[in-house]
């Protein structure tokens, strides 16, 4: 067992190795690969160099989870890809994909975050008598695919739809391509932004349909995604993209509670002692999974004030008036700047208010929260 194990790890460190002497990163060409640097414009970011917000209590500090080690911005042109789908859990079936990207002689290519591009190889190689092939011609658009959530609200507006605003700018308009490749789960949210954003059906191919896509050429926008860093023209992006327009009829005087009662990981436990104190102070209790996209979108630019447990349905931020308030319940071991930049791009009053961890032994991403009762009161009475 001892050596099993020994041989497994150097094994992974040589792969590990051999990924970092091939790879191309931002900013890098190699054989069919074309880097194509993005305007000065398209590359400024939401400052991070203040790693701390003051919150609710002016004596602690909330420590921003942020990547600082992104410099490059603009596109790879790559001819005779391959794109690598390989499941995120044990099912091959999965809708959850992480996305590789590789030239035609087999280079990893970074996009924004390391990748082990080479283990996603033995993976397909280990499976190949069952995998989904295909070889496309013309030009090919990866979009997002930064995280292999496919249902993620949050990231299919900011990375998926910031993509096509970023094509846009650097010169690929959707017209110009063949095919768009995106995750995709089919639900129907996702159908409805890409109706909005006028994405033609006809051109997408769901990733989580193939295992193996070869691309005669494929273009790979380069920036930051994610939500750790992110671009001051975002929500300019999602705004034109979508089409949107701020509704002068609103008078945003409705104040909103956004439930996370329907989650499915990082619950507040006291979620239902939260609703009553908001309720009786005149809040509107709001299950965003129960509206279309327009109308979540009319919501928030309805709305004077929104409270709300760190969650997808914040991205909905992006429609609300500069005059307005955001209070987000913040988990203080996953306290991603997500919708604090975008609260600080459109010119919104932003207070956190943190929520601590039950099990400080459990992955952030997963793991239930608990907030007071008395630091949501007190901020209401300041706002």
Not at 43 to 66: A, D, H, M, P, T
Not at 147 to 152: E, L
Not at 341 to 353: E, M, P, S, V, W
Request: net charge positive; with cysteine.
């Amino acid at each position: 067992m001892y050596i099993k194990k020994t041989i497994y790890l150097i094994y992974n460190k040589l792969l590990n190795w051999m990924q970092k002497c091939l790879q191309i990163n931002p900013g890098e060409t190699g054989l069919g690969v074309t880097w194509v640097k993005a305007e000065k414009y398209l590359s400024q970011n939401v400052s991070f160099l203040n790693k701390y917000f003051e919150g609710l209590n002016k004596k602690k500090s909330i420590k921003w989870i942020r990547s600082t080690n992104f410099t490059k911005y603009g596109l790879f042109l790559v001819k005779d890809a391959f794109v690598l789908s390989v499941p995120y859990d044990s099912s091959i079936t999965s809708k959850n994909r992480k996305i590789y990207t590789a030239s035609k002689i087999y280079q990893p290519i970074i996009s924004t975050q390391k990748t082990d591009t080479f283990h996603a190889m033995k993976y397909l190689m280990l499976n190949r008598r069952v995998l989904n092939k295909l070889e496309i011609k013309g030009r090919t658009v990866l979009l997002g695919a930064y995280f292999a959530d496919s249902k993620n609200y949050f990231h299919f507006w900011l990375d998926v739809i910031g993509d096509i605003w970023y094509l846009e700018e650097m010169g690929i308009s959707l017209d110009s391509l063949d095919h768009i490749l995106i995750l995709h789960s089919s639900t129907k949210w996702q159908s409805e932004i890409l109706a909005l954003c006028n994405v033609p059906i006809e051109k997408i191919l769901i990733l989580s349909d193939f295992d193996l896509i070869k691309c005669e050429l494929l273009i790979l926008p380069i920036r930051p995604k994610g939500g750790q860093v992110n671009p001051v023209w975002i929500v300019e992006a999602l705004h034109k993209t979508s089409k949107w327009s701020y509704h002068e009829n609103y008078k945003c005087k409705r104040k909103l509670y956004i439930s996370r009662l329907d989650a499915d990981r990082r619950k507040l436990i006291n979620e239902n002692d939260v609703i009553d104190l908001v309720s009786h102070l005149g809040f509107e209790v709001i299950e965003c999974s129960k509206l279309t996209v327009e109308q979540q979108r009319k919501l928030f630019n309805s709305a004077s004030i929104v409270i709300a447990p760190h969650g997808a349905a914040l991205t909905n931020v992006v429609w609300m008036d500069k005059n307005s308030t955001l209070i987000e319940l913040l988990p203080h071991q996953h306290a991603y700047p997500c919708f604090y930049d975008l609260a600080r791009i459109i010119g919104l009053k932003y207070i956190a208010i943190e929520c601590m961890q039950l099990d400080k032994n459990e992955n952030p991403l997963f793991a239930d929260v608990q907030v007071s009762l008395n630091d949501i009161i007190n901020v209401l009475l300041e706002v």
